[in-house]
């Protein structure tokens, strides 16, 4: 009987496990979950007539995006203000995104490839803050994937944009992605599916960067990816890269929250 209610409570808990990989968020069933509900059929209608989107243009791809609170969520009761996205180009996409963000920082849209995108946090009585800008790469897949690390600016701040802009590379072709921080370095913008090895030798020359060559080869789960982009991490800091560091140790630190 113990044998039995001990197999049973396994069986439930891998079964939780598989549910919570298949919706966590960049997934293909957080993908297929997401095209279907009111907000974005609806935005869908607007960009293409149309609610079905197997009928997407060429031109557009489909946007998974994460943000997460390094430092705890900031807002008052972890209520999220509304996250507005505007082209940048209205003659291009003139169709504003109000998308959904879920408890776990996620949220989906589609962009037009070749744009510029700008995010807003919307406050009460009209005030915004800005707090990241992404520009979609036109050549590439049709599903993207990045996470964003937010760290709350000054009250002061809260409704101006003339903050500092820092670049955050995320890979030599990952989609280009503005940063905009009270401070240089406060808020870190990276692509979790990308390995960033621009200043990496393209052959090891040693054991150490072999290793981190065969962690990034054998990276399949969560795991593996939040181990490959920690030592890739360790890699630059030991070598006084900390920009590319931070990036990396921020990565890990997304597929280590899908675990």
């Known amino acids: 009987m113990l044998k ?31 095209r279907q509900t009111a907000a974005n059929l609806a935005m869908m209608k607007s960009l293409t007539g149309t609610r079905d989107y197997r009928k997407l243009p060429a031109d557009y791809v489909e946007f998974a995006g994460r943000i997460a609170f390094p430092n705890g969520n900031p807002f008052p ?36 490839r070749g744009e510029t995108y700008d995010l807003y946090w919307m406050y009460y009585f009209g005030s915004r803050e800005k707090f990241a800008s992404v520009t979609i790469r036109a050549e590439g897949p049709r599903l993207r994937r990045l996470t964003i690390e937010y760290r709350p600016r000054d009250a002061a701040d809260v409704s101006s944009e003339r903050a500092n802009v ?74 006084g890269d900390s920009r590319r560091a931070r990036a990396e140790y921020a990565k890990a630190r997304y597929w280590a929250g899908q675990n």
């Open 4 to 34: 039995r209610s001990i197999f049973i409570t396994l069986m439930l808990a891998l079964c939780a496990a598989s549910v919570c990989a298949q919706q966590s968020v960049g997934s293909e069933h957080w993908f297929q979950a997401m």
């Open 77 to 112: 009761k972890g209520r999220l203000p509304d996250l507005r996205i505007v082209c940048r180009d209205l003659a291009a996409d003139g169709v504003d995104r109000a998308p959904l963000v879920g408890e776990d920082g996620g949220f989906y849209t589609v962009f037009k």
């Open 166 to 239: 820092q670049r955050i590379e995320s890979g030599r072709d990952a989609d280009e992605v503005i940063a905009v921080a009270p401070r240089a370095g406060s808020t870190l913008v990276v692509n979790p599916d990308e390995y960033d090895l621009s200043a990496f030798p393209h052959q090891a020359t040693n054991f150490e960067e072999q290793q981190v060559l065969e962690d990034i080869r054998s990276a399949r789960s969560s795991a593996l990816k939040a181990g490959a982009h920690e030592r890739l991490a360790r890699y630059y800091e030991k070598r």
